[in-house]
């Protein structure tokens, strides 16, 4: 069992869809959760962090982290066709080691 | 500023083959981190260098990888004898050293294709 599942989707929405992308982990020593966007043949992209548990929003974007049930999730309100992509989670013990990532969910957004 | 700047983009060689990718990190990012991604997952760490020392090489299947980062700028990942099994992304990534791992910024990758 890897220690960081997500959603595999693939997932199609229309334009204007409120998305919501998951992932589970059974290490509960992770302390830091990450979210990358990744377009199809470029490097991964952080779009957003978070230390413990709680929300982050930033514009159109909320992370949410629930510890106790070892869940977090990325909220894309108001999603565009520009948010077509493969959203990755990762996790980490520190805030300088190694992160674990998870093999990525391929959102498309129909106009 | 440009970003991480990785070549070549896409290299295709034969099995047994040696092969080399290059990594220019972002200017004053001490720490530089060489990742593989396969098909259909996310990537996974090889190596990590804080300037010239490797830091963190527990994942670098050391039997055919090694990496080099000289003068703690540019690095280089090299692989012999390639297999099939080496196909994929590799990715290199650069913080500042002291910054969280969780700011790395990402190069657009070398895809590797081993026939």
């Known amino acids: 069992q890897k220690e960081v599942e997500q959603d595999p989707g693939p997932l199609s929405v229309p334009e204007g869809a409120i998305v919501s992308l998951n992932c589970t982990y059974s290490?509960?020593?992770?302390?830091?959760f990450m979210w990358y966007r990744q377009y199809s043949r470029k490097g991964p992209e952080l779009l957003m962090y978070t230390y413990s548990s709680g929300n982050k929003e930033d514009g159109r974007f909320t992370a949410q982290v629930d510890k106790s049930s070892k869940y977090i999730s990325l909220f894309i309100r108001d999603s565009q066709p520009s948010d077509s992509a493969t959203y990755l989670c990762?996790?980490?013990?520190?805030?300088?080691?190694?992160?674990?990532f998870g093999d990525g969910t391929t959102l498309t957004v129909k106009p | 500023e440009a970003g991480v700047v990785q070549s070549p983009r896409y290299k295709i060689i034969e099995k047994k083959q040696p092969v080399a990718f290059w990594c220019n990190p972002i200017s004053g990012h001490n720490t530089l981190y060489w990742y593989r991604q396969n098909l259909g997952q996310g990537p996974e760490l090889l190596i990590r260098?804080?300037?010239?020392?490797?830091?963190?090489d527990s994942q670098l299947p050391k039997d055919r990888f090694s990496a080099e980062r000289l003068k703690g700028v540019d690095s280089t990942l090299k692989i012999q004898p390639a297999e099939l099994g080496d196909s994929a992304v590799y990715l290199c990534?650069?913080?500042?050293?002291?910054?969280?791992?969780?700011?790395?910024?990402f190069g657009q990758g070398t895809r590797l294709t081993v026939v």
């Open positions: 260098y804080e300037n010239e020392e490797a830091v963190d």
């Open positions: 990534a650069s913080n500042s050293m002291g910054g969280p791992e969780t700011e790395a910024f």
């Open positions: 990762a996790m980490s013990y520190t805030n300088a080691g190694k992160s674990t």
């Open positions: 290490n509960s020593a992770f302390q830091y």
